[in-house]
């Protein structure tokens, strides 16, 4: 981090930075130039309070060198993390689907939609028990009592599960799910993401309606600064002046989180589009610039479905999909 200071800046005031500064475990370098000083802050500058020191009447402009997000930066870190859930392997050249409905609606709805997935290749079940709708008169999910269909449908078909988890007083409850997922609305909900960094699970963790791709790393960093470095980022479309599809699917997010961090890079192309014959185009597009999975969300009846229908696929068409993106992984490998 370079601290540029204003011409003239008054010693004294200078003096007491560089002290504060050298207290935070920092090395200053000063270099006086003949128009302007500059301080070169050497260390861990994770910390620094910058918007502090941007507002001292002694300061031009302070400049960041190194990226605030350490964990997850590639840079100390440069092999890819590749995640173990019951054996099955995400990132690093591991390519794997998480599909099942956008919520749990029922016993036989979860087992047979899991089960139809499973057939088409997908080894991870997703399905939501509590669901971040946008209106309160929305189905909110079937709650606990989602939770232990989806852990049903866990034990009958064999595959680990994903479900979103919205507050951290449901940890409980979460025991037996293989992967807790944190919504686009929850990431940056801090307190929750600290207490998922305090846990020995997989998060995925989707990005915010309107976040940065720094913003995502930081909030993996709030998980990962706490020991819990298993997490799975997720593009899932982002808002913007566009009203044709539900968000912007952001695929050039995914090379450029690649080059950023050495966590693996999920894209969801169904809250991306919200519209189901879109999901097949951007799934293989997602696949072909070097995704580490697709979240699809698929249902035996989207007519019916209580949450997020014109973005479901049926399994057959999940079938289809899966089968094109295999074949795309296999003409990318080695390009
Ligand atoms: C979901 O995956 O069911 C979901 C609500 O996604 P997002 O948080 O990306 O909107
Ligand atoms: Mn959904």
Request: include cysteine; aromatic fraction near 6%.
């Amino acid at each position: 981090m370079v601290v540029i200071l204003k011409d003239h800046a008054d010693q004294k005031k200078v003096k007491n930075l560089t002290d504060w500064l050298e207290n935070q475990g920092l090395a200053v370098h000063s270099v006086v130039g003949q128009y302007q000083t500059i301080l070169g802050l050497i260390g861990d500058t994770s910390k620094v309070d910058i918007d502090l020191i941007e507002g001292l009447d002694i300061v031009d402009n302070v400049k960041r060198i190194s990226e605030p997000y350490k964990n997850a930066n590639r840079k100390f870190h440069p092999d890819d993390t590749v995640i173990d859930v019951g054996g099955v392997k995400i990132g690093g050249g591991h390519f794997q689907f998480f599909a099942g409905p956008c919520s749990i609606e029922g016993r036989d709805q979860i087992i047979s939609i899991a089960k139809d997935v499973q057939k088409a290749g997908a080894k991870i079940l997703r399905g939501g028990a509590f669901k971040p709708r946008t209106s309160p008169y929305a189905f909110q999910g079937m709650r606990g009592d989602g939770l232990k269909l989806m852990l049903e449908a866990k034990k009958e078909t064999g595959m680990p599960i994903v479900t979103e988890i919205m507050d951290a007083s449901h940890l409980p409850l979460f025991e037996d799910v293989d992967i807790i997922q944190v919504g686009a609305r929850n990431m940056q909900n801090f307190e929750l993401l600290k207490e998922l960094g305090k846990i020995d699970k997989p998060i995925f963790l989707k990005r915010g309606l309107a976040a940065t791709l720094q913003e995502l790393l930081m909030s993996a960093e709030y998980i990962m600064a706490e020991g819990n470095e298993k997490v799975i980022l997720c593009e899932r479309g982002i808002r913007t002046f566009e009203t044709a599809t539900r968000n912007t699917l952001d695929l050039s997010a995914v090379p450029m989180l690649k080059e950023m961090s050495h966590l693996p890079v999920v894209v969801d192309p169904s809250h991306a589009t919200g519209i189901a014959r879109l999901v097949k185009p951007m799934a293989f597009a997602a696949a072909a610039c070097g995704a580490d999975g697709l979240m699809i969300e698929v249902h035996n009846d989207p007519a019916h479905a209580l949450c997020d229908g014109p973005q479901a696929l049926h399994p057959e068409e999940f079938a289809e999909v899966a089968g094109g993106v295999n074949k795309i992984l296999e003409a990318v490998r080695g390009l």
